[in-house]
């Protein structure tokens, strides 16, 4: 098992607007990326166990042109609520770091 963070050359989260997030996850190469993606580990279903919002709530898709897997999902509060704990979305990626994904690096 390696974690992401090892494998990924960019994990990154912003707003998508007010009311959503959006992740992306960069390869510097593409049997990297492949490798990652054949594995099936990164998917809707992890960005609704992981955020907490129903899978219907979650777009994920994999850009095999860049070489990238991407997420957006509904924010459970919008950016700026006085309950928002991140109003930019930028340090919601934390948790992606450390998801195993079933290949040596």
């Known amino acids: 098992m390696t974690k992401l963070n090892e494998l990924a050359y960019v994990i990154r989260s912003k707003n998508a607007g007010p009311f959503e997030v959006t992740f992306d996850i960069l390869f510097k190469d593409e049997t990297l990326y492949q490798r990652v993606k054949d594995t099936g580990v990164i998917n809707a279903k992890l960005f609704s166990r992981m955020y907490g919002v129903p899978e219907e709530d979650c777009n994920f898709v994999e850009f095999d042109y860049g070489w990238a897997l991407k997420c957006t999902i509904v924010r459970?509060?919008?950016?700026?609520?006085?309950?928002?704990?991140?109003?930019?979305?930028c340090q919601q990626y934390v948790g992606l770091l450390e998801v195993d994904i079933p290949i040596e690096a």
């Not at 459970?76 to 991140?86: N, S, Y």
């Open 76 to 89: 459970p509060i919008p950016a700026g609520d006085v309950f928002d704990p991140d109003v930019y979305g």
